[in-house]
């Protein structure tokens, strides 16, 4: 344990000053410096893939199948088996070259179609896994011929799974940041707070229960993100090609790092624990101080930041959850332990842990803040996005929730202050020994008590003053009397024992008085340890309670930050547009000499368009005639006739090329037929443009 010195008083007194007024005033800038932040344009955060186009594109029309599909997507993807499908319109599944992603960007994934795909309208269903562990799905349409394709809604990636597997693995993820809490956080505290602490039976059983934990979650997450990535259920934890498929992810070998430093800091732990706290070596403390920061970079590649290409978001994110586990496992240990009912620690012991702890939490706080500032900055993107979207309503609730964890951690650090603090700071004043000596002196004594025996040792000394005073007296008599003894028996007899009789009553009386004042210093240092025993016990008592709360509201905290981390950003790419629906307007006109033409514009909407006529003999068959003509007319808006070039493309079909539509209404379309060469027909019909 660090000796309390005549400087460290002052150290801690200077962070320390700040009361629950000064952190409100904090608490409201950070959410002004946070409005801020959000305010400023943000890049899309990298995390939960978005499908950005795909070809063909959802909704379009081809007039030969495509030779392969390829999909887009924001970041890099992994595929899962069967992940990417083209289904017909009965719904069966064609057969297809596999999927495989590009290596060369690691966002595009390709899948070959064989030659011989027939007309009809197709559907492609894809499900892939984006690069922060989290699956993705969607679907799209497109027709190939003459057929009529409608794109379908909501293409972008959607995020929805099993409802009981999304459970379990949320429970799992909260069970493993409480783990990381207790274990990391719990050597960190040890290590810079509480070195004694090694030796107490309730740590141990905390640092073992944050290692179990912390095991049990890393081999339950691992065997859930195969189902969870495949759209399965619980019932398919036990598939081992889904751990195989899993194995082979970013997301499986972080947690096979993590499950590696867990072996092997069980038997570091067994061994620490084994030995006393004095035995602990400066190998073996270097050894716990790397298990404790090793872990959570393990957190990086099964999260959003695992999604970035910047350094600075994966060292944000590894930062943030450093200072959460060094924070929150330092209140488990400090309610449990330090602060423990049953098995009280020495006065001096408990301020000293409080004392560095307090400034630990301060550092915490700030790493806390700016990292997650940063990751508010690049996952919301805007203010909007704070309320519309479930991600930024999370980090609301968050937010909320850590703004009172702070108010109670203010108050604490209050009577850390008034308690331990200030006493040491009076005591480094008013002392008028130097540095070493007081550091080997030990902590200061409290001020009631050093005014106690100061008090005890005033009376003591002035009652030896006064006894020494009288023997002297006593001894300067005698000799008087032994003169005077010469000139009378009668005159020597009287004065010698008045003289003895005075010298001794004196004496008396100084010893009972001396004896008194003793007693009485003595009383009043009973008193002021006493008094100091109840202000310790009740502010061990405030601190038990307020850092019981902080705890409870921790693992609030905890809960959400499970739920937050897989939750799409509010800020994410757009996805991929679809083809403007195709519709058609088409009309039959039948003719004088038995036969009809097929009128059709395509499409039926303001802008390009095709004019198609279709003429057809009485017999049904597609007719060559030597002449088709046409022209437009919006009577409403008193546009045309506008005329329409229409040319042979094929037996009986005639069609226009750059015709463009300039405004929505019912068109009337005139179309004149020559049969021959002096016979002709004038032919109407009316096609109404959106």
């Known amino acids: 344990m660090i000796p309390w010195s005549g400087s460290t008083p002052h150290l801690h007194a200077s962070v320390g000053r700040a009361g629950p007024r000064r952190w409100a005033a904090i608490g409201l800038g950070l959410i002004a410096a946070l409005t801020a932040v959000l305010a400023a344009p943000a890049q899309p955060a990298y995390a939960h893939a978005q499908l950005t186009g795909t ?302 702890f307090s400034t630990v939490a301060m550092i915490c706080v700030g790493v806390l803040v700016v990292t997650g500032t940063y990751q508010a900055w690049r996952g919301v993107g805007s203010l909007s996005a704070l309320a519309g979207s479930s991600y930024g309503r999370l980090l609301v609730f968050k937010l909320a929730a850590i703004g009172v964890l702070l108010w109670f951690g203010a108050m604490s650090r209050s009577v850390v202050q008034r308690r331990y603090v200030t006493p040491a700071v009076r005591a480094a004043g008013e002392s008028t020994v130097d540095e070493p000596e007081l550091a080997l002196a030990g902590p200061p004594v409290p001020a009631a008590r050093r005014r106690a025996s100061g008090n005890a040792r005033t009376v003591a000394a002035s009652s030896a003053s006064r006894t020494a005073a009288v023997s002297s007296a006593s001894r300067t008599a005698a000799p008087g009397s032994a003169n005077r003894a010469a000139q009378g028996s009668a005159n020597r007899a009287a004065p010698s024992s008045a003289g003895r009789t005075g010298v001794s009553g004196a004496n008396r009386a100084a010893v009972a008085d001396g004896v008194g004042r003793a007693a009485g210093a003595s009383r009043n240092a009973r008193r002021a340890d006493r008094a100091e025993r109840e202000q310790d016990q009740l502010a061990r008592k405030q601190l038990r309670w307020s850092v019981r709360i902080e705890v409870a509201i921790g693992i609030a905290v905890l809960a959400i930050t499970a739920q937050l981390v897989a939750t799409p950003p509010g800020a994410r790419p757009a996805a991929a547009e679809a083809v403007a629906p195709s519709t058609v307007a088409t009309q039959q006109v039948g003719m004088a000499d038995g036969g009809r033409i097929e009128i059709e514009l395509d499409p039926a909407r303001v802008g390009p368009s095709a004019l198609t006529v279709l003429v057809s003999d009485p017999a049904g068959r597609p007719w060559d005639v030597p002449e088709v003509t046409a022209n437009l007319s919006l009577h409403e808006q008193g546009l045309g006739p506008l005329p329409v070039t229409l040319q042979r493309v094929g037996p009986g079909e005639y069609a226009s090329s750059g015709l463009s539509l300039p405004m929505a209404g019912t068109w009337q379309v005139q179309v004149k037929v020559r049969t021959t060469e002096i016979d002709q027909e004038l032919l109407q019909a009316h096609l109404t443009v959106g």
Request: glycine letters at 12%; proline letters at 5%; hydrophobic letters at 50%.
């Open 55 to 356: 070809t063909p594109a959802n909704g379009a029309r081809l007039d030969t199948a495509p030779a392969e599909i390829v999909l887009e997507f924001s970041e890099r993807v992994n595929l899962v088996r069967d992940g990417v499908r083209l289904l017909d319109a009965a719904g069966a599944v064609r057969d297809t070259g596999p999927a495989v992603v590009d290596p060369t960007t690691g966002r595009r994934v390709r899948m070959s179609v064989p030659a011989g795909l027939g007309t009809g309208t197709y559907t492609v269903s894809w499900r892939v896994v984006s690069a922060d562990s989290h699956p993705i799905h969607g679907a799209f349409a497109f027709g190939v011929g003459d057929v009529q394709v409608v794109a379908l809604p909501d293409s972008g990636a959607q995020a929805t799974s099993d409802p009981g597997l999304a459970t379990a693995f949320w429970l799992f993820r909260w069970l493993g940041y409480a783990g990381l809490a207790l274990l990391s956080g719990g050597l960190a505290f040890l290590l810079i707070c509480w070195p004694a602490g090694w030796a107490t039976q309730r740590t141990r059983i905390l640092l073992l229960a944050g290692w179990a934990t912390s095991l049990v979650s890393a081999v339950a997450v691992l065997l859930t993100q195969g189902p969870y990535a495949n759209g399965g259920t619980l019932g398919s934890l036990a598939d081992p090609a889904l751990l195989t498929g899993t194995l082979g992810t970013d997301y499986g070998r972080f947690v096979l790092a993590r499950l590696t430093i867990l072996l092997l800091g069980g038997l570091l732990l067994y061994w620490l624990l084994r030995r006393p706290a004095d035995g602990q070596t400066a190998v073996v403390a270097r050894a716990a101080a790397v298990l404790a920061v090793a872990l959570p970079i393990t957190w990086i590649g099964t999260g959003h930041a695992n999604a970035e290409a910047s350094l600075l978001a994966r060292l944000a994110d590894a930062t943030h959850l450093t200072a959460m586990a060094v924070w929150f496992g330092g209140l488990v240990l400090l309610v449990t332990a330090v602060l423990s009912r049953a098995e009280p620690r020495p006065v001096a012991e408990v301020g000293a842990t409080l004392t560095r």
